[in-house]
């Protein structure tokens, strides 16, 4: 069995070889319209279809990473755990059990302090999506036939 290809004529079809270009060409001016929609609307489908295949191989790809990095999290968790509890261990040999654990506890503390102040001043910084902005505030210009505004 075949897939057709879109844009492909069936066996005994010739495919319309006339361009508005053609001298020969006679189309009204609502035919001219109708084929230019018509190629716009193919050419936008294509474009969809692809973005679509693009995102499905991408996502994909980065579902496995994050999938893996989800890992290394939890072991990396269990190494800070357990070198927690080694450092309590052989600090508490030394001044005693609660004490040691109150020294890791606060220890962690201040880890999770600075992390907090270096993250939320990361996420100030965050300028959202300056270049698509940038791009989609030229569209409308260019839909109508301006393009020399957005330079």
Partial sequence: ????????????EAPDTRHATDPKDHRSLGELLGAVTSDMS????????LAKAEAKESAAHAGKGA?????AGVAGHFVLLFLSIALWWGLGN??????????????????????????????????????????????????????????
Avoid: D, F
């Avoid at 069995?1 to 005994?12: D, I, K, N």
């Fill in 1 to 12: 069995m075949s897939a057709r290809v879109e844009g492909a004529h069936p066996a005994g």
């Fill in 67 to 71: 999938g893996m990095l989800g890992g």
């Fill in 94 to 151: 030394a001044t005693g059990y609660g004490w040691s654990a109150l020294v890791v506890a606060a220890l962690w503390a201040v880890v999770a302090a600075v992390l907090a102040v270096v993250g939320r001043s990361q996420l100030r910084k965050t300028k959202g999506l300056p270049q698509t902005q940038q791009s989609l505030q030229k569209i409308p210009n260019a839909v109508k036939g301006h393009e020399e505004a957005n330079r």
């Fill in 42 to 49: 193919t050419l936008v489908r294509q474009e969809i279809a």
